[in-house]
């Protein structure tokens, strides 16, 4: 990972106002390395596109710098910034046919026919679109054109990439192989791409660092597995994944590890995140593959509470278990379908338990 200091894009303190009065982003710093496939992820309006936006310069920022390989680039105009983009709905000219729309990004830069020519082939060959370059966009399917858009972007050899929900309009499977492609593509070319989606399985699947966002700020900036083992909120906790939660109040605070009386009365071990103080309110949040139900398999120091089975799903290769557990009829157990994994049956009372390393204490 790149420091700050040799970021390839840098915003600084970069704020957004489209009313003058309410912020849209509110102080983003972020940092993006050369060659990283960096994700920002999170609800509708939560100012993802915005910050693309004034990346891409088709927005200004109201407040802050922002840096393209050490240059302030607040004041240069989109086409001179040499980004490459794609958008859900950034169409393809329909008049046009799909070795036309290339050539397009290639003529405004005042490239001549022989290169051009070979920047096309060499552009469709890469998205598998070598046979197509004289049909019109209306003549390809969804996926098709989405994967001109992704050739069009990539034609000039942009250093940088951006991408706005480029996959929203396609259908699973297909979104699924596009993200392949497209990870395949950065790391084939050693492109940046700075990647928006509100799909937190495709963010975790294609980024080498996600940023969350929410109502304008990053709420947490890692790694998938860092973000989904150690989500630094509650927000990041339930916006990815799922995630048990059990609220109580701080009853002690240790090193590294507090107890946390639940509403219900039991006393737990937990992993303190962004709780400080005994007798602050918390939420305790266990991820529902940390969960065992056989007491044998319990770990040393792990907890225990009682729980009575209220559904119980065979999944084939998972098992899925809802739980009546310290009040909550909403705690779910994720098995796998291992040998001597047990079935279990509505009505039983069994008992549950886990690392204390795996329940986090969150903020409310
Ligand atoms: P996201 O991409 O995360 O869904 P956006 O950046 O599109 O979020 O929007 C952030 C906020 O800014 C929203 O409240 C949205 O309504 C508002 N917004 C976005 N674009 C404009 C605009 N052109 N004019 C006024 N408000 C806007
Ligand atoms: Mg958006």
């Known amino acids: 990972m790149t420091s700050p200091n040799e970021a390839f894009v840098a915003f600084e303190h970069v704020q957004k106002s489209y009313d003058g009065v309410s912020l849209v982003v509110k102080d983003l710093n972020l940092a993006i390395g050369k060659g990283e496939f960096l994700t920002m992820l999170g609800p509708s309006g939560s100012g993802k596109t915005t910050t693309l936006m004034m990346l891409a310069g088709f927005e200004t920022a109201t407040h802050g710098e922002i840096k393209l390989d050490g240059t302030n680039i607040n004041l240069v105009p989109p086409h001179k910034r040499g980004i490459g983009m794609v958008f859900q709905n950034y169409a393809l000219f329909p008049h046009m046919t799909v070795g ?3 050539s397009f990004p290639l003529e405004v830069r005042g490239m001549g026919k022989s290169e051009r020519e070979a920047k096309i082939k060499r552009a469709l060959d890469m998205v598998q679109m070598g046979a197509f370059a004289n049909r019109r966009p209306a003549q390809l399917s969804g996926g098709q054109q989405q994967r001109i858009a992704l050739a069009r972007a990539l034609v000039f050899d942009p250093k940088l990439v951006l991408m706005d929900e480029p996959l929203g309009a396609l259908d699973k ?30 963010a975790l699947t294609m980024s080498d660092r996600v940023a969350v966002f ?151």
């Open 173 to 202: 499977q297909l979104r699924e192989h596009m993200q392949f492609e497209i990870k395949h593509l950065h790391e084939s070319l050693g492109i940046t791409v700075v990647y928006v989606t509100h799909d937190q399985g495709e």
């Open 214 to 364: 929410n109502d304008g700020r990053i709420q947490q900036l890692a790694s998938p597995s860092d973000l989904y083992e150690r989500p630094d909120n509650s927000f990041v906790a339930g916006f990815i994944g799922e995630n048990n939660k059990l609220p109580g109040v701080i009853e002690a605070m240790g090193q590294g590890t507090c107890t946390v009386r639940l509403a219900t009365g039991e006393v737990i071990d937990a992993t303190p995140v962004n709780v400080t103080q005994k007798g602050q309110k918390t939420m305790v949040s266990i991820r529902p593959e940390r969960i065992e139900y056989k007491p044998e398999m319990f770990p040393e120091g792990a907890h225990v509470l009682d729980a009575e089975v209220l559904e119980f799903i065979y999944m084939g290769d998972m098992f899925r278990t809802r739980l009546r557990v310290a009040g909550s009829e909403d705690f779910v157990i994720k098995s796998r379908n291992t040998q001597g994994q047990r079935m279990l049956t509505p009505g039983e009372k069994i008992k549950v338990g886990w690392h204390p390393q795996d329940a986090r204490a969150l903020d409310p």
């Open 100 to 102: 036309e729309n290339l």
